[in-house]
């Protein structure tokens, strides 16, 4: 079912419904796999997994494809698979710090109503200001992804 010219993007787009469709297979076979003795089920059990098997073939293909792409295209000198990485760590820090930042700005405890202040054990603000630094760096790399993935076609 390949086709020649399939641009990265469009490979990312098609291993994302992919992915829907296998777990949308998997619920109908879960509903169908048991009935009532003398009934039949809804969908047959077999035409499903026959679907399921063919949608996880196709994954495997995409998988493999979009992995070796990812590889071998390079833009400003890193593989696309390096710029993940990177979006990808990035999203964790981002996501961690918010977390710190939030716990670090939440003054208000009080310890059994006793006047025991709490006070922030780091600069709020420097850190919201990395986020923001980091936000901003997180947009660019993800553009940089987005441009190369319509430029590139998929490695077949």
Not at 23 to 41: C, S, T, W, Y
Not at 48 to 74: G, M, P, V, W
Request: some cysteine.
């Amino acid at each position: 079912m390949e086709r020649d010219g399939m641009k990265l993007a469009e490979a990312l787009q098609e291993r994302a419904d992919l992915n829907r469709n296998i777990e949308q297979l998997k619920d109908r076979l879960v509903h169908n796999a048991l009935v009532q003795e003398g009934e039949l089920p809804a969908e047959s059990p077999e035409k499903l997994k026959q679907e399921l098997d063919a949608a996880i073939l196709r994954l495997s293909y995409l998988i493999a494809h979009i992995n070796e792409t990812n590889c071998k295209t390079f833009v400003d000198g890193k593989s696309l698979t390096e710029i993940i990485a990177k979006k990808d760590a990035l999203s964790v820090k981002i996501y961690t710090y918010k977390d710190i930042v939030y716990a670090g700005s939440q003054t208000a405890y009080r310890a059994r109503n006793s006047e025991i202040k709490i006070k922030s054990a780091i600069s709020v603000t420097d850190w919201q200001s990395e986020i923001d630094k980091m936000s901003k760096e997180l947009r660019l790399l993800d553009n940089t992804l987005q441009e190369s993935n319509w430029k590139t076609e998929l490695m077949e």
